[in-house]
């Protein structure tokens, strides 16, 4: 959930560093982490001769995401201390809830969802199936069962360590890329750009070329990219990113991605009668729904 708490302010800053100085980049970070609540609002669309499909499946998923730093500070300086909060919506109904709080992890499924979604492939049967087992309950996934499940002691860290230092890499590639490149500045309040991707891929390959030196270096990346972001003053309030390529067909597609930002005081807050999952009844829940 960290990560992407991480994401999310990678983006809006690779996006407001389109204005061409550095003091933007610091803007979208502050603008991002200066309060104590943050709600991204992410949905996705698809266009093209070959993507009737992806756009049936796109229009009716979204996903939204909620910070919030219970010490009442800003989300800057919570120090991986932040609660968290993922829901993926399906035709307007929450499909999966999955919040962080206090280090442990609350899931709510609602299976019943997936029908509002274009050819998911469970039978009315499974579905049933599973909702009964799972839906409309709150599973606590408690800190110490995730521990248990994940890679402790030096190495973990200095894993961990060594892709913070890659991912900080090519953020300062794509934000040197991105602000030497030519932008539009919009009338409404924020920035807008375009470029090709075969920039993007020779703007960050030495950097994963060194990371992991088997890698071939792409000869050929067709397509381009669009970044729009949105500001109202020196505020992030949104923003898109295009994504054009040829297609199957060698017919251009494309994916685009778009974000709405808000600061709401909205506590995200543990959900009370949750279900705590121990090893024993994880495991028989799984084998149950196997």
Request: with cysteine.
């Amino acid at each position: 959930m960290k990560n992407l708490w991480i994401a999310g302010v990678v983006a809006a800053s690779l996006g407001l560093s389109a204005c061409g100085a550095t003091a933007s980049l610091n803007d979208a970070v502050t603008s991002l982490g200066s309060s104590p609540y943050l709600q991204v609002h992410l949905s996705a669309a698809a266009a093209g001769p070959g993507t009737t499909q992806a756009q049936q499946m796109l229009s009716a998923l979204s996903v939204d995401l909620s910070y919030q730093n219970p010490t009442g500070a800003s989300l800057a300086s919570s120090q991986g201390a932040a609660n968290a909060e993922l829901i993926v919506n399906a035709g307007g109904a929450a499909l999966i809830d999955v919040r962080e709080v206090a280090s442990n992890v609350y899931v709510m499924l609602n299976l019943s969802a997936l029908s509002n979604v274009p050819d998911e492939s469970l039978s009315p049967t499974e579905t049933s199936a599973l909702e009964l087992l799972f839906g409309g309950r709150w599973f606590e996934l408690p800190a110490s069962l995730i521990n248990s499940y994940v890679t402790q002691g030096a190495a973990a860290t200095a894993t961990a360590a060594k892709e913070r230092a890659l991912g900080s890499k090519i953020i300062d590639d794509l934000t040197t890329l991105i602000s030497d490149t030519s932008y539009t500045t919009l009338a409404s309040g924020g920035y807008s750009q375009t470029g090709t991707l075969a920039s993007v891929v020779k703007a960050v390959w030495p950097t994963i070329a060194a990371a992991d030196g088997d890698l071939t270096t792409p000869s050929d990346v067709p397509g381009t990219y669009a970044v729009t972001i949105n500001t109202s003053g020196s505020s992030t309030t949104g923003g898109s990113v295009a994504i054009t390529a040829p297609g199957a067909t060698g017919v251009d597609e494309t994916v685009t991605l778009n974000a709405t930002v808000a600061h709401a005081s909205d506590d995200i807050a543990a959900p009370t009668g949750a279900t705590v999952i121990t090893p024993a009844l994880l495991k028989g829940l799984l084998a149950q729904a196997t």
